[in-house]
């Protein structure tokens, strides 16, 4: 099986690099055969340009070459065929070469904000922040030179908070100037083990490799591996949920347990007989010579289901000297 690998996003450095020198040479190239259409026109035909059809033609053609042919290396060859496809229909067409070129132009812009905010394998949190808001920036009135130099001060930026070895894995990568260089050092980042991996992590690996060892064009394997990191990490979110509802579960009991404690240390305080004398807090015994004293009318009262209560009192001294304000307050009537 031969290796399907197709122009992805995001760009190392030395791709951006050739596709920019390539784009530079290309269109030098066309300006100087425009040109010299231009004079070709000027000098033998007496028409004028502008109305010239057999030079007109050309012109066509020469836009034609340019926008369609098979272009490795350069950043047309990143986008969708769909592009190219429809090129070809508008020159079918005879569609204006200013609509044309409005079409390129906007291919363009396409490629300028995929190239800047394509998430990579290898992208450190911080990068991806950058696309992000790169991203976001492409949507407002912001220029196009503002969105460049935000990036160039975000990556100098990254670089320099980087370890010499992560600093040195990234120019590594950097360099890759083929897919195939890019495809194996993707391979490497994606399918090396990691001292922090958890066994999910180490089955994931697998998977992936098993995708690299098929020749898996990398804008396939790319989605299922974001998928499976995401999976994973919501995975380790449901446990996390799942510990912290266990936690909340035993919180709750505990506090329900704490609850009937002290809802019983209370019924047990409350079994504390206080005397009944107005003024009086001692508590009544519950032996001995003193237990059982209390008011033989309340008791009365309470066995007929009047009252609630029994009256008790701590002493036969206590008892006395207030059974005339109890009979007073309680059964005066
Ligand atoms: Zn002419
Ligand atoms: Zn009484
Ligand atoms: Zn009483
Ligand atoms: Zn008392």
């Not at 020159?91 to 609509?99: G, H, L, M, N, T």
């Not at 992208?123 to 976001?136: G, L, Q």
């Not at 990490?233 to 919180?251: K, Y």
Request: glycine fraction near 4%.
């Amino acid at each position: 099986m031969t290796a399907d690998i197709q122009p992805t996003y995001p760009l190392t450095k030395a791709q951006a690099d050739e596709i920019a020198s390539l784009h530079e040479a290309d269109t030098s190239e066309l300006e100087r055969k425009l040109r010299q259409l231009t004079e070709t026109c000027q000098s033998g035909c007496a028409t004028g340009f502008s109305k010239c059809t057999t030079h007109q033609n050309e012109l066509r053609k020469l836009y034609q070459n340019a926008y369609t042919a098979a272009s490795p290396g350069r950043w047309t060859a990143f986008r969708p065929a769909e592009y190219t496809n429809d090129l070809k229909r508008m020159f079918d067409a005879q569609a204006s070469i200013e609509k044309i070129n409005g079409r390129v132009r906007r291919e363009k812009l396409q490629h300028i904000k995929d190239s800047q905010c394509t998430f990579g394998v290898s992208d450190h949190p911080k990068a991806k922040i950058t696309k992000m808001k790169a991203a976001e920036m492409r949507g407002t009135a912001v220029p196009q030179s503002d969105i460049d130099n935000y990036i160039v001060k975000e990556e100098e930026q990254l670089l320099s908070s980087l370890t010499p070895e992560e600093r040195e894995i990234q120019a590594e990568y950097e360099k890759s100037k083929s897919e195939e260089q890019k495809y194996s050092y993707l391979r490497t980042c994606a399918c090396t083990p990691q001292p922090t991996d958890t066994p999910r992590d180490i089955e994931l690996r697998l998977k992936w490799t098993k995708l690299f060892d098929n020749k898996v064009p990398y804008n396939e394997i790319l989605p299922v591996m974001k998928k499976d990191i995401a999976d994973a990490t919501s995975n380790v979110q449901i446990l996390e949920n799942r510990l912290a509802d266990l936690r909340n579960a035993q919180a709750a009991n505990n506090k329900a347990k704490a609850a009937k404690e002290e809802s019983k240390r209370k019924q047990a305080r409350d079994a504390i007989r206080r005397c009944c004398s107005e003024g009086c807090v001692s508590v009544c015994e519950l032996s001995g010579p003193n237990a059982d004293l209390g008011c033989e009318r309340c008791f009365a009262l309470k066995e007929d289901g009047v009252l609630q209560n029994y009256s008790w009192f701590c002493s036969p001294e206590c008892a006395k000297a207030n059974a005339g304000s109890h009979n007073a307050r309680f059964h005066s009537s």
